[in-house]
């Protein structure tokens, strides 16, 4: 996969997952602002196929990953990777951790980012405590969602938070951060409930996105 600048061995990749369904501004801004805070050459955006926690998401793979394709495009250096959607059973973060180290070399920094709500759960992901051998970890912020660590998972990062976003480029892994953005109260869950109710989803997501929803019926109602 091409990336927007060009990648020395060190140059930190920046990773982040989720099941976009659909893509909204707050995937997208704190994640712009991460590549900005934290000198990320790249973005990678990873839908899932089968997210493991949750129930299967209304549109299949096909459908979000068209939709993040148009989100993506707003933001140059973004790129949408959609391996965990050729992979079978659930798309556990771990696993895609491992190939992208194997792709990418023992010495570039990987950083996944991840909202505070992740955070949260963090704890019961498939083999999370491995995550730190491939990429290092930082939460962005989300209302509603603590960005502090607690139990077991406290427990693991208390010997790995990094000073700074420099720090990042001081190790390929390993590594926990915390980085504040943009508060934006905006979900998934909430932008498919407006849909339901008929009501407008605008400045909530990119504009394309929008019309993509509409023009194909994904969410099943009329544009607003
Ligand atoms: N408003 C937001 N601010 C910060 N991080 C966010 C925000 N929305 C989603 N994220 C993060 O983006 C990643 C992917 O999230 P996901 O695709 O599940 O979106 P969602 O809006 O949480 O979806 P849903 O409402 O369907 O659960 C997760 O790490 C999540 O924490
Ligand atoms: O690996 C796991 O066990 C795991 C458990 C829960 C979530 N994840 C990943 O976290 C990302 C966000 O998940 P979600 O459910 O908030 O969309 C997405 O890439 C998931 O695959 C991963």
Known sequence: MTEPRALTGRTPLGLFGGTFDPVHYGHLRPALEAQQALGLASVRLLPCRLPPHRARPGRDAGQRLDLLRLGAREVPGFRVDDRELHRSGPSYTVDTLRHLRQEQGSARPLVLLMGADS????????????????????????????????????????????????ALRDAPAGGFYRLPVTPLAISATRIRRLLAQGRSVRFLLPEAVRRHIHQQGLYGYPQV
């Open 119 to 166: 955070l949260a759960g963090l704890g019961r992901w498939h083999r999370w405590r491995e995550l730190f051998d491939y990429a290092h970890v930082v939460v962005l912020d989300r209302p509603g969602h603590a960005s502090q660590p607690d139990g077991e998972v406290a427990a693991e990062v208390a010997g790995r938070w990094l000073d700074g976003p420099g």
